[in-house]
């Protein structure tokens, strides 16, 4: 095991020791400090990725490419129909 991987480890075994205390303010900043590794490990990971499609011409890999979520048209949005069937709108504003 690394010494990286202990560490984390640690640290959450840290995290779960201060909530069973009750310690609530010690375990805040060790659940903060984790996120923080987790978001930066995220980001380097990101950075590697897109420095190696600019540089290397490696192609984006649709399947792992988050930004291409959605349909083949590239519309996001689904038309939603919050009218009962047969229920037309104008019957709603003449009783009013």
């Known amino acids: 095991m690394s010494e990286e991987a202990a560490v984390k480890n640690d640290s959450f075994a840290d995290l779960v020791q201060h909530a069973l205390d ?7 900043k060790v659940f903060g400090n ?16 897109l420095a190696d499609q600019i540089y290397n011409g490696v192609e984006a890999d649709a399947e792992n490419d988050e930004d291409t979520v959605g349909d083949e048209d590239g519309d996001d949005q689904l038309d939603l129909d919050f009218e009962a069937e047969g229920e037309p709108e104008e019957e709603e504003n003449e009783e009013e």
């Open 34 to 49: 984790l996120m923080q590794a987790k978001i930066g490990d995220a980001l380097d990971q990101e950075k590697i990725r």
């Open 22 to 28: 009750k310690d609530y303010n010690n375990a805040n």
